[in-house]
């Protein structure tokens, strides 16, 4: 039960090159979540799927994209990635309850140049 | 959307209690309270949550007033693992609940 992971774990990327982070969990969770954490921040939510086949916006949504591929996966895309976008990413899943625990992944450690 | 409030640090010793609180004011009648711990490099975990009164797990005890405008984990007999992050958020939903800044706790032998 390896909980929730996320590929890669070290990425370095240009200005205007694209990405897909990946990110599985197996608790048969309903719900997930894509988050960035910027330097000696709190962790600000970019989207989030509450069921397979549903996306929906969260708090800073602009440059990215998401695809709620299975129940399992959840990945988000990067564009045209931009010096902004460089930050630590965490996916995170959660199960029945609108509120209940959620697990979060190890992260990616993202450095756009 | 609730707006928590909570000091940027506290340092404790080894086998002290820790208390750390949170305001929010403006706290909705449905609105929970969960607070989370992270380490360095690593995903937030899940500590406690609660609505009202007490709330007491393995881990930590959560105290919320009647008129709910505040709350206060509280960690007994903390040790050096216990240094970390501690993020107060609140919400119905986990959508909707946001991670401030949270509380730096750093525990000295």
């Known amino acids: 039960n390896a909980g929730v992971t996320q590929t890669p774990k070290f990425q370095v990327l240009k200005t205007g090159q694209s990405m897909t982070l990946q990110c599985a969990q197996d608790?048969?969770?309903?719900?997930m979540y894509w988050y960035r954490q910027d330097p000696g921040m709190g962790l600000r939510l970019i989207y989030y799927?509450?069921?397979?086949?549903?996306?929906d916006k969260g708090e800073v949504p602009n440059g990215y994209n998401v695809s709620r591929l299975n129940k399992r996966e959840f990945s988000l895309r990067l564009e045209s990635a931009a010096p902004s976008q460089t930050s630590v990413y965490f996916c995170?899943?959660?199960?029945?309850?609108?509120?209940?625990?959620?697990?979060f992944g190890p992260g990616t450690r993202l450095t756009v140049t | 959307l609730a707006k928590t409030t909570q000091p940027i640090s506290m340092d404790s010793y080894e086998g002290q209690e820790v208390n750390i609180t949170c305001s929010h004011n403006?706290?909705?009648?449905?609105?929970?309270i969960t607070w989370y711990q992270q380490f360095p490099s690593q995903g937030p975990r899940f500590i406690i949550q609660?609505?009202?009164t007490k709330v007491t797990n393995e881990v930590a005890s959560l105290f919320i007033p009647a008129d709910r405008k505040s709350s206060t984990l509280s960690l007994p007999r903390v040790s050096l693992s216990d240094t970390a992050v501690y993020y107060c958020?609140?919400?119905?939903?986990?959508?909707?609940?946001?991670f401030g800044a949270g509380t730096r706790l750093t525990v000295k032998p």
């Open positions: 995170a899943s959660s199960g029945v309850s609108v509120r209940g625990e959620q697990y």
């Open positions: 608790m048969n969770h309903n719900s």
């Open positions: 799927s509450a069921s397979e086949g549903t996306t």
């Open positions: 403006n706290i909705a009648t449905n609105d929970y």
């Open positions: 609660g609505y009202k």
């Open positions: 958020l609140v919400g119905n939903n986990n959508n909707d609940m946001r």
